[in-house]
């Protein structure tokens, strides 16, 4: 799967600003320095309605898929580091 990064920038305003800078963390820090697997993952992740993406990102469930919850637990992990 071929990454078009400025569409992923775009994709990642959700909205609802605290999923915008969540989600533009992640692409302004990670995602450039990701490896091709991750990059496709947090493609599809961002194709995942907001409800979801928001209740993953609290917490509040968990991601039906493992390279999901890994950029989730990153996002989460930000202000830990």
């Given at each position: 799967m071929t990454v078009d990064e400025s569409r992923l920038r775009w994709r990642c305003r959700r909205g609802m600003r605290?999923?915008?800078?969540?989600l533009g963390w992640y692409f302004e820090q990670r995602?450039?320095?990701?490896?091709?697997g991750a990059k496709a993952a947090f493609a599809e992740l961002l194709e995942q309605p907001d409800p979801e993406l928001w209740?993953?990102?609290?917490?509040?469930?968990?991601?039906?898929r493992p390279?999901?919850?890994?950029?989730?637990?990153?996002i989460r992990s930000r202000d830990r580091v």
């Open positions: 605290e999923l915008d800078q969540l995602f450039v320095r990701s490896g091709d209740s993953w990102l609290l917490g509040q469930s968990t991601p039906p390279d999901w919850l890994s950029i989730i637990d990153e």
